[in-house]
C-alpha cells in the first residue's frame, strides 16, 4: 500500500490540489503575440537617483562569474555571444535553450534554493519511502538537487543525468551522474527504480507523454514519478504588471519562440503533466501550485525572501535566460535583446511592482499491479 501523501508545504503563497483551467494554448491567441523588438529601442533609464521609486536591488549588476574552462574538443560546446551552449549533434529530439556555462550555474543553483524555500525545505513532496532504494534525477541540470537527495538517503542509489557534463567531480558516494539524453529511448531495466524526478524541463521536449511513459516504464509498480514546472508568464494582481511592460512580454516571447521551436514553453499554461501523466498511465495524480513572487514586496517574511531570491535568479544571468530565445529564435539583434534586458530590470526594481509567477508541482504513482 502507498503511504498517504504529506500536506503541502505551510506557506502563505497560494496553493491547490487542483489545476488551473489551461488558457488558449495557441502563441498567437489574442494578446499572446509578442510586440517586435524595435519597441524597446528606446533605452531603459537604469534607476539610481537617491531618493527615487526604486528598490535597493543592485545585486544583480554586481553577480559575476567565469566562464566554463572545461575543453572544448571533449564537450563540443556551441558558443553564442560569447556563451556556450549544449552541442545539438546528437540524434536525441532534446533541447538545452540556457546557457551550460559557470554564469548560468550559478543561477540555477539559486533556483535550487528558492524552491526549496517554497517547499519548506523538502526536496520532493511524493510519498517516498524511507528505506527507498533507487532514483533517478532526469535533467539534473549542476546536480545539486540530485546531491541534496543522496545526503538525506544516503543508503539510496542516484542517478542524475543530462545532456551537459556540469556537474560537479566530487558528489556523495551513493551518486553519480551520467550524460544522456532523456527524449532518447532510456537504457534502463523495466521496473528499476523507486522514484523519478524531474525538474524545469520546459522548452526542451516536443512529447511529454512519450517522455512520462518512460518514466513509467523503469518505475517500480508502486514508484513515484514527480515533476516540476514553472509558467513563463510574469503578472500581477494588482496592475502593476501593465500590458506591453517587459515583464509582461516575457512570457510571449518564449511562447512564440516555443512555437517556433516545436517545443512548449506552455508546461503550466497547457496543463501538460497532469495531461502527460494521465496518458502514460499512472494514477494518485496530486497537484501543489504557487505563486512565487519577483522581488521582496511581499509582506510575508517568507515570500519576501523567495522573492529576493527569484529576482536575484534572474537577474544573475538574465541575458543567459534570454538570448537564444530572443536572439537565435526571434531575430532579434544583440542590441534589441540589450535593450529588452534594460528595461525589464528597471521594472523589476521599481517599488510599485508586486510581479509573481506561478509554479506546479505534480506526482503520480505507477499501479502496484503494472
Partial sequence: MAEESPPPPESSAVSSQQPRQPEASSATAAGAVPLPASHWAEPAREPSEA????????????????????SASILEYRTLAGRTYHSERGH?????????????????????????????????????KDDIENVLDIGTGTG??????????PNANIIGTDISPIQPYWTPPNLRFEIDDATLEWTYKPDSFDYVHMRYLLGSIIDWTALFKQAYKVLKPGGYLESYEAAVKQES?????????????WGKLFWE????????????????????????????????????????????????????????????????YVLFVCHTVL???REEVSAFVAHWRRQ??????????????VWGRKPEAA
Avoid at 144 to 153: E, G, K, L, P, V
Avoid at 257 to 278: C, H, I, P, T
Avoid at 348 to 361: I, N, P
Fill in 51 to 70: 531618493g527615487s521609486d526604486v528598490e535597493d536591488s543592485s545585486y544583480g549588476d554586481s553577480i559575476q562569474s567565469s566562464t566554463a574552462s572545461l
Fill in 92 to 128: 536525441g529530439q532534446g533541447l538545452s535553450w540556457i546557457p551550460n556555462d559557470d554564469k548560468q550555474n550559478e543561477s540555477m543553483d539559486m533556483n535550487h534554493h528558492l524552491l526549496t524555500l517554497s517547499l519548506d525545505g523538502k526536496l520532493f513532496l511524493a510519498p517516498l
Fill in 144 to 153: 545539486i538537487w540530485a546531491i541534496d537527495f543522496a545526503d538525506q538517503f
Fill in 237 to 249: 494582481d494588482d496592475g502593476s504588471v501593465p500590458p506591453g511592460s517587459a515583464m509582461d512580454q
Fill in 257 to 320: 519562440a516555443g512555437r517556433k521551436l516545436r517545443r512548449s514553453f506552455r508546461v503550466y499554461e497547457d496543463n501538460l503533466q497532469v495531461k502527460a501523466m494521465e496518458e502514460a498511465g499512472f494514477v494518485d495524480i496530486q497537484v501543489w501550485e504557487f505563486k512565487a513572487p519577483i522581488g521582496g514586496w511581499a509582506a510575508d517574511p517568507k515570500l519576501r525572501e523567495i522573492g529576493e531570491f527569484a529576482q536575484m535568479c534572474v537577474e544573475a544571468d538574465i541575458e543567459g
Fill in 331 to 333: 531575430g532579434w539583434s
Fill in 348 to 361: 523589476v526594481r521599481l517599488k510599485k511592482t508586486h510581479a509573481f509567477y506561478r509554479q506546479r508541482v
